[in-house]
């Protein structure tokens, strides 16, 4: 009985054990299968290919090209102020008109003196011509003395137009010109206050604005690259509002610095600006480019794609099928937010800007509209 037993009961066992893996595979069946992960949503933007300005950026203060106090030379009342705060003057307009009449009887004084001396040298001069025809009646000494006489009355009429030069001169002084083409300031000094060449304030400050300068400073690694440039030709400076890089105004590079500043390691470099539309004004700070060179026919994505990892420089790119694949990559120059890429990329490729640190190679991604790859700012900016 023992023996028949066993065999039934092994049979049974095994029996049991198939119909749970039937019933266990039923159940898989009719599980639903787990649904694929989301696509994660990233900006991304296409490579492009084109021209790209290099420039060298720096701070700047704008200074006008010359600034002058204007300044009386004589004492006196001032009379009348001809211009109007913040008025446009040029070179040699007046400005203001100081008392003139006692400069002008200085004036007549003087030339009234040269008319008394210039008769007493023609009575004088008579006198010698009568000594002389009458050599028998007149001493050589007489003769000389008169000779001397009239010399000396010479002198006088000399030192009278010296003296006629010098009122006419400060007479002139009571009209107060423009020395330059600029712009008035505040008035400094009211219509009827006396005024005095030694005052230290002036009556009026003028400055220059057309053109107006721009003195910045750059890196003095950056010195050799600029020397050599200047030695091909003028170069081009954009000056640009503080902080929002708003184009004011193109000029030219005027000169460098004749030394570098030890302290900062900097050297100082002014450039001129026409300044036609008023953008530029003196003691503003400005941001300044200065063009270095263009880079022809390269390819450009925004710099926000540029990401660091262990091996070095990287971006995710974008594969047909959806998915983000790495591409290690080598940057050049990254100007206005733009960045050249030297190897890697190729132009039209679909590169993440925004989002990267949800990615992984092969993860789907799901591309939002981004803004296009920022182009540099060209020379004509």
């Not at 023992?2 to 066992?13: C, M, N, Q, S």
């Not at 070179?91 to 007549?108: E, K, N, V």
């Not at 030192?159 to 009209?175: E, H, V």
């Not at 440039?229 to 708003?246: E, I, L, N, S």
């Amino acid at each position: 009985m023992l023996r028949i037993g066993a065999p039934v009961a092994l049979v049974a066992i095994c029996a049991a054990v198939l119909v749970g893996r039937e019933l266990r595979g039923s159940a898989a069946a009719a599980a639903p299968q787990a649904a694929p992960p989301p696509a994660v949503p990233v900006e991304a933007a296409a490579a492009r290919r084109g021209d790209v300005p290099v420039y060298l950026t720096g701070l700047g203060t704008v200074q006008a090209l010359n600034t002058v106090t204007v300044k009386s030379r004589v004492d006196g009342q001032l009379q009348t102020v001809a211009y109007k705060e913040g008025q446009h003057v040029t070179a040699g307009q007046t400005l203001a008109q100081i008392d003139p009449r006692p400069f002008q009887a200085a004036l007549d004084q003087a030339k009234a003196t040269k008319a008394k001396d210039e008769a007493q040298l023609a009575n004088a001069q008579l006198d010698l011509t009568r000594f002389q025809n009458l050599k028998q009646y007149a001493t050589a000494q007489s003769v000389d003395t008169q000779k001397a006489l009239i010399a000396q009355i010479q002198a006088q009429i000399e030192g009278d137009q010296a003296a006629i030069d010098n009122a006419a001169t400060q007479l002139s002084y009571t009209t107060i010109t423009s020395p330059l083409n600029g712009r008035t300031g505040i008035r400094l000094v009211d219509q009827g206050n006396i005024v005095h060449a030694t005052d230290a304030g002036g009556l009026v400050v003028i400055t220059q604005l057309h053109p107006i300068t721009v003195i910045f400073t750059l890196p003095e690694e950056d010195l050799p690259q600029i020397s050599a440039q200047m030695a091909k030709g003028p170069m081009t400076v954009f000056a640009d509002t503080r902080g929002d890089d708003k184009p004011l105004d193109q000029g030219t590079l005027e000169l460098v610095d004749n030394q570098i500043d030890q302290a900062t390691g900097t050297i100082r470099l002014k450039a001129t600006f026409p300044n036609k539309a008023d953008q530029l004004w003196p003691g503003q700070f400005v941001d300044v480019r200065l063009l270095l060179r263009t880079e022809q026919n390269v390819v450009t994505v925004p710099s926000a794609a540029i990401q660091r990892g262990p091996d070095g420089l990287y971006v995710y790119a974008v594969k047909p099928d959806g998915t983000a694949e790495v591409r290690p990559v080598g940057v050049g120059q990254i100007t206005d937010g733009a960045a050249v890429i030297e190897s890697g990329l190729e132009a039209g490729d679909s590169i993440v800007t925004a989002g990267q640190y949800r990615l992984q190679p092969g993860t789907r991604v799901q591309v939002r509209e981004a803004a296009a790859t920022p182009a540099a700012k060209q020379p004509n900016a």
